[in-house]
């Protein structure tokens, strides 16, 4: 199974005639296995919208970026194991 650490970062603003504020989803996912987190895929969605999708890199970080504000389930998927899943 996949491990992982995830932080969220949110930039909140007062109203404003600008364009809405957004947030950065980023982490760092590891195998427990010593297999190489680059076949991770970090997705994000929201009901049956997928939001936005990465795969982790060689050290295992992942960031998706320009996220509206919302609810989201956030879900790392690696070959051979159970999804990992995250509200």
Request: aromatic share 6%; charged share 5%; glycine share 6%.
């Amino acid at each position: 199974p996949v491990s992982s650490v995830a932080r969220l970062a949110i930039v909140v603003s007062p109203p404003s005639p600008y364009p809405a504020a957004t947030a950065v989803v980023q982490g760092t996912v590891t195998v427990p296995s010593g297999a190489s987190p680059t076949s991770v895929v970090v997705s994000l969605t929201t009901g049956a919208t997928q939001v936005a999708i990465t795969t982790a890199d060689a050290t295992g970080a992942y960031q998706l970026t320009s996220i509206p504000a919302g609810s989201y389930l956030l879900k790392f998927d690696y070959q051979g194991a159970q999804p990992v899943l995250s509200e």
